[in-house]
């Protein structure tokens, strides 16, 4: 059972792929990670579980992982300048088409993997929007929430790993795993930092005027990351998105292969 990236296959190939697959659609965000990580963290981290994860799954299941989105809502990381933020009004619609595309594209399986904190609410309301619309099944989830009980059960969450905050020691840990040479000297935080994330209020959605990011764009002291953290973190991860992914093959597909249109010919 193979694993393919969508932009690899021709419109014949997807045509008798996209049945049988799980569609995957990875998104990140383009913005400030504090002064010592680059704009394209929540891009790439979530690049890099979803291409694993759909490797790994696509040896017992047939997957179909599309190019990144590399843009999210970051409209509160604009005061510290470098970030390319939609509206997620904008956001909305344009999950909306990409997931509708797939829709029509053939696929009846459709999982969003997120790869930050503000796509949180969007991701939802378009999982809704898809599966009211189109006879499929779709589901959508943050990378870190869906591994959030292994990575505990792993001893990786604690009040000095608070997990994903931004730009933190969990973020750079992530970071020194994949792309090292990105990582530039990391900052002295403050005592607002070593705080850790605002968490006064659990179980609700909290939030504050400029601190919605934490202190000087980044939420808790980033030193003490390590590489081993991250790819320990990385591989718990990988493995909790493989087996959502292959939970999802084994539902039975919600549409007939014939409802399907397709309109040209070979
Ligand atoms: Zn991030």
């Excluded at 690899?8 to 990580?37: C, D, N, Y």
């Excluded at 999210?72 to 997620?88: I, R």
């Excluded at 973190?233 to 292959?246: E, H, P, W």
Aim: hydrophobic content about 40%.
């Amino acid at each position: 059972m193979p694993f393919y990236r969508f932009s690899e296959l021709s419109r014949k190939e997807m045509v008798s792929v996209a049945h049988g697959s799980v569609f995957v659609l990875p998104i990140g965000a383009t913005e400030q990670h504090g002064p010592h990580l680059p704009t394209g963290v929540d891009a790439m981290v979530v690049t890099y579980i979803a291409e694993s994860a759909c490797q790994a799954a696509g040896e017992v299941t047939s997957v179909v992982v599309a190019p990144t989105l590399p843009f999210g809502n970051s409209h509160y990381h604009l005061e510290y300048g470098a970030a390319l933020s939609l509206t997620p009004e904008t956001l909305l619609h344009v999950r909306n088409d990409i997931l509708f595309s797939a829709a029509q594209s053939g696929f009846c399986k459709i999982f969003i993997l997120n790869g930050h904190g503000g796509n949180d609410e969007v991701i939802r309301l378009a999982v809704r929007e898809v599966v009211r619309r189109y006879e499929v099944t779709a589901a959508a989830v943050s990378y870190w929430t869906i591994a959030e009980s292994a990575l505990t059960d792993a001893g990786l969450i604690s009040s000095d790993w608070p997990v994903p905050g931004h730009a933190g020691r969990f973020e750079t840990s992530l970071m020194m795993a994949l792309r090292y040479d990105l990582i530039k000297q990391l900052p002295v935080a403050n005592a607002e930092h070593r705080r850790g994330f605002v968490d006064y209020f659990r179980g609700a959605f909290y939030q504050e005027p400029h601190t919605q990011v934490g202190v000087n764009g980044y939420t808790d002291d980033a030193n003490g990351a390590n590489d081993e953290y991250g790819e320990k973190a990385l591989s718990i991860i990988t493995r909790a998105v493989n087996n959502y992914i292959q939970g999802m093959a084994a539902v039975r597909a919600s549409r007939n292969r014939e409802s399907v249109q397709t309109k040209y010919e070979n």
